[in-house]
């Protein structure tokens, strides 16, 4: 686990790019419509993060995960690999990285509160996929406080099958982190906040950095998106 934290009155540990999901009230994934835009990221073999599909060459997940977890330095993105919709040993899609761009105020290994603001990175694939085989999911504001989200995610023990966790809770949105009462484990970094609506397409609304404690329970911390996303995916692209 990558480090500690305080943040209000939470003890947060960031999930390393090395690994695992969403707890709590997991369901299979596949229940949701559009699920096969998450996917998992292989990194180098050594590690995996979840992603999610957002353009036909473009997806999106944590900052975090572009860094080697034993040393520390960025990977060379064209060792990742994404895998669309992953359900046992078939995706729907399979692409190479590319291209990484990481938030500019992002600082690897440092612990400051503000960092899950900038805990996102845009990934540009070496082709496209079509909107015939996975349709990238749309983008929306960030939660408000109150509000319920779905958190979908791959880990170490749903290594190939997606994990739902619904119904989680919104207890802080700020400007540099929403706090929600998901629980996630190594592996869930990168993974998509949704808001979904019955029959309809989820929307993808903030990116899961890491996990915490608020008052004795166990809470997640994720990366709002902003203008500086709208940044990265010009750079990406």
């Not at 761009?101 to 899950?116: A, D, E, L, M, N």
């Not at 845009?122 to 929306?140: E, F, H, M, N, T």
């Not at 990168?190 to 903030?206: E, F, H, I």
Request: aromatic content about 2%; some cysteine.
């Amino acid at each position: 686990m990558r480090r500690l934290i305080g943040i209000a009155a939470a003890l947060v540990i960031g999930c390393s790019a090395g690994a695992a999901a969403a707890g709590g009230q997991g369901a299979a994934g596949q229940a949701v419509p559009g699920w096969e835009a998450v996917g998992r990221l292989n990194i180098g073999g050594r590690a995996m993060c979840t992603a999610t599909l957002i353009a036909p060459d473009l997806v999106l997940t944590a900052a975090h995960c572009m860094y080697d977890i034993r040393h520390g330095r960025q990977v060379n993105p064209r060792s990742i690999k994404f895998e669309a919709g992953l359900n046992g040993r078939q995706s729907k899609a399979a692409r190479r990285v590319a291209k990484a761009v990481i938030h500019p105020g992002y600082r690897h290994g440092q612990t400051s509160q503000f960092q899950t603001g900038t805990d996102i990175a845009v990934l540009r694939l070496d082709r496209a996929i079509s909107g015939d085989v996975v349709r990238p999911l749309s983008l929306a504001a960030a939660p408000e406080k109150g509000a319920q989200v779905d958190v979908m995610s791959y880990s170490h023990s749903h290594a190939t099958r997606p994990r739902l966790q619904s119904a989680c809770q919104v207890i802080a949105a700020r400007q540099s982190s929403v706090i929600t009462t998901c629980r996630v484990e190594y592996g869930a970094s990168g993974s998509p906040v949704l808001q979904t609506r019955p029959g309809r397409m989820p929307k993808l609304v903030s990116v899961i950095s890491s996990k915490a404690q608020m008052g004795g329970k166990r809470v997640s911390l994720a990366a709002p998106l902003g203008h500086d996303l709208q940044k990265l995916i010009g750079q990406a692209g």
